[in-house]
């Protein structure tokens, strides 16, 4: 139990370009959300908090405004990457956590993100 | 916010050796600390994980252990096999006060084992 998938698994695109990127949780309903960012050799930094209904909370220095965030069902999230830049090119992992599963997150399998 | 800070960054040891992470934490608030197991480019996968009302936890070969008042924790491998070899990540959560908060990580030990 407790699957959660990604999609895309790998994306390339070239610059100024949009990305969105899905996270669904396969078999329990998530109360929250939430998206991290690994670059490579490095270690998983919180983007943003994201709870079914509401606006996402960002973490500071994360700009809300490029990186849109929608969780419009118990299951799904999503991310986009507005006019993405070659900075931007990274490995975005989201995760996910239920009422009742206490604070335990279950993580996706990563989008690996390539601006050209 | 929550800075955790972990060492080694990379341990290299021999097989059927045991292995030792440390994570030390600035939030007093903190009350979650998981642990995960990372291979290349796969996702973090939670190994095991302790609550700021228990000292110590174990699950076969894997044991962590929390001192609140010193603010760390720490990851004991013990009989290590080929496979443990990854980055393992430690994490705090800060409470918010209400529903599931962010985790702040360590930046990760690479872990060695040698044959």
């Known amino acids: 139990g407790a699957v959660v998938s990604q999609h895309p698994s790998r994306v390339i695109c070239k610059s100024g370009t949009s990305v969105k990127i899905e996270c669904r949780s396969l078999d329990f309903q998530a109360t929250t959300m939430f998206w991290y960012r690994q670059f490579p050799k490095q270690s998983l930094m919180l983007m943003a908090t994201s709870n079914e209904g509401s606006k996402a909370t960002y973490e500071q220095g994360v700009e809300k405004d490029k990186f849109l965030i929608n969780h419009a069902s118990l299951t799904l999230s999503t991310l986009t990457v507005t006019s993405a830049h070659p900075e931007d090119s990274s490995f975005y992992i989201c995760?996910?956590?239920?009422?009742?599963?206490?604070?335990?997150?279950?993580f996706g399998p990563g989008t690996r993100l390539l601006v050209l | 916010g929550e800075n955790v800070e972990q060492h080694p960054s990379t341990l290299s040891v021999q097989e059927g050796d045991s292995a030792v992470i440390k994570c030390t934490y600035s939030?007093?608030?903190?009350?979650?600390f998981p642990w995960y197991k990372q291979e290349l480019g796969k996702r973090p996968q939670l190994i095991i994980d302790i609550r700021s009302n228990v000292g110590e936890k174990k699950d076969q070969r894997i044991a962590v252990t929390l001192n609140k008042t010193a603010k760390h924790f720490s990851l004991h491998i013990t009989e290590t096999q080929p496979e443990d070899s990854a980055v393992y990540f430690c994490?705090?959560?800060?409470?918010?006060?209400?529903?599931?908060?962010?985790?702040?990580f360590g930046k990760g030990t690479h872990l060695i084992i040698q044959p």
């Open positions: 939030d007093s608030a903190s009350n979650y």
């Open positions: 995760s996910a956590s239920w009422f009742g599963a206490s604070e335990t997150q279950y």
């Open positions: 994490a705090a959560e800060s409470p918010s006060g209400g529903g599931a908060d962010g985790l702040t």
